[in-house]
């Protein structure tokens, strides 16, 4: 056995019951990283009046946990396989509990951006750890499928969710409470991982850190992912965003440089790419998510601006959306292990381009019932199934040092993905509204009817994005499953 090797859980945490409360802390911790990357939507325009924040300033409540969440993902990843998953999952709750908390008694705009960043932080260290747990807890690819079915049906369905909570907590009590709600949850799940997880890590330890590849890609994803935010605010050709972005590039260049010519124990091993099922898989989560979470902030747009729906309504609009996703991660978990990632792609995928070009027609004129619950359960059955394989394909049949490193990557590709999606629609559903609300007085039906054109053209876009991972998909290998004398095997194939 290498020196690189995993200790295995303890084996009270493979069997039973308590294998099974190990799956619940970590879908826990997974929903609460999605859900405060989107409960706070709603609420935005109340922490503005009550905080007086200034508008340029508004998106930093957003972009504060998206950009930190962004730069870490990696690092949080390889923190898990060396420091101990067990040990870094409770560093992340922890520090996103106390975040959590300083934000939702915040009384001024840079106290609660600033907790917005460290719950990012929190989150960065968090969502790897989760799923290097499952990895190395549910060994059988049976088991291992139904578990990350669930892990991947909680992450789909917690955005939706989050636009839920965030109407009902906002509508019916105060803002403070999307972020203070999180307090009690978050000691009730470090009591369950202390209880139930159990302690793995590489046996390099401390020596496989790779500290400037860290620091670099860190960096330069912040950076990066700091720049393409600010272009709607400020345009490309600003400064405030071609520095941020050129800033990125080189420091991201230079992390490839390091991984591939200095580092001894690089972060990511760009080795890594030669899996034709992790590269491929990443591309898919990329263009996935990036059709998915532009689709939460428009289709929230559309129903309160566009529809006139009142932020607790636009809430509850979403639960069909929300248990679409639910019912396509958790009931396509026993199918993936039997016939591979690669045609449950194919068949999320063209779901979802059909749902969002769907969802894209709907005007002012529209109906709930007629024109946006068919393609809501359809967006949200197919995004689901995608979330399922999607994640088990960029990590299945990875050496067991790797995990973290390679849940790490998936949940950066995917916070990529749902930044570079939004801003770029953004940007061209703005222009599209620009020109045609023009001359229209605000709240008549022309107004709507160019705010509806205008977030039509994003939705058309979104399912662009599903398009394309459709295409991604293609490459995905299949799998086959084969049985030997020690047992089953699985082989990628062309």
């Not at 309160?304 to 609009?317: A, F, H, I, M, N």
């Not at 009931?331 to 749902?355: H, K, N, Q, Y």
């Amino acid at each position: 056995m290498s020196a690189e090797t995993l200790r295995p859980p303890a084996p009270s945490a493979q069997v039973g019951p308590r294998l099974g409360l190990v799956l619940v802390a970590c879908c826990l911790g997974q929903f609460m990283n999605v859900l405060d990357a989107s409960v706070v939507n709603v609420a935005l325009p109340v922490i503005a009046e009550e905080l007086r924040f200034d508008r340029h300033n508004l998106q930093l409540v957003n972009n504060a946990y998206t950009v930190v969440v962004c730069g870490f993902l990696l690092l949080g990843g390889r923190l898990a396989d060396l420091f101990g998953q067990r040990r870094i999952f409770l560093s992340g709750i922890t520090l996103f509990t106390l975040a959590s908390t300083v934000g939702g008694l915040a009384n001024d705009p840079g106290t609660l951006i600033l907790a917005r960043a460290f719950q990012g932080l929190g989150a960065a260290i968090m969502a790897p750890a989760t799923l290097t747990v499952l990895g190395t807890a549910f060994t059988q690819p049976g088991a291992r499928a139904k578990a990350f079915g669930a892990w991947s049906a909680v992450s789909g369905a917690a955005g939706a969710v989050g636009v839920l909570a965030g109407g009902v907590i906002t509508e019916w009590f105060s803002w403070r409470w999307i972020l203070l709600i999180n307090a009690p949850i978050g000691l009730a799940l470090f009591a369950l991982v202390c209880w139930v997880v159990p302690e793995s890590r590489s046996r390099r330890g401390r020596r496989g850190l790779d500290v400037p590849g860290a620091v670099t890609v860190t960096l330069g994803l912040m950076s990066a992912v700091y720049g393409v935010s600010e272009s709607h605010t400020y345009g490309w050709s600003s400064a405030r965003v071609l520095g941020p972005l050129l800033a990125g590039g080189v420091l991201l260049g230079l992390f490839v440089l390091i991984q591939a010519k200095v580092a001894r124990h690089p972060l990511v091993p760009l080795g890594i790419f030669r899996n034709r099922a992790v590269a491929s898989a990443n591309l898919v989560a990329f263009f996935g998510i990036a059709a998915l979470f532009s689709t939460f902030y428009f289709f929230t747009l559309l129903l309160q601006q566009v529809l006139g729906y009142s932020p607790l309504r636009t809430g509850l609009s979403y639960l069909p959306m929300s248990l679409g996703i639910a019912l396509g991660g958790w009931g396509i978990s026993s199918v993936v292990p039997r016939i591979g990632p690669r045609p449950v792609l194919l068949s999320g995928l063209s779901l979802s381009s059909v749902g969002l070009f769907w969802l894209s027609r709907v005007d002012e004129t529209s109906g709930y019932a007629a024109d946006v619950l068919g393609p809501a359960l359809l967006l949200g059955f197919g995004m689901g199934v995608v979330l399922n394989a999607t994640t088990n394909a960029a990590t299945a049949g990875l050496p067991a040092e790797q995990a973290g490193m390679a849940s790490g990557l998936l949940n950066t590709t995917r916070q990529l993905g749902s930044v570079v999606g939004l801003v770029t629609l953004a940007a061209l559903s703005s222009a599209r509204i620009d020109r045609a609300i023009e001359g229209t007085e605000p709240g008549t039906a022309a107004a709507r009817h160019a705010l509806a054109s205008g977030y039509g053209l994003a939705l058309t876009g979104a399912a662009l994005f599903a398009a394309a991972g459709l295409l991604a998909a293609l490459a995905v290998p299949v799998r086959r499953r084969s049985r030997t004398a020690q047992g089953e095997r699985e082989t990628l194939t062309s």
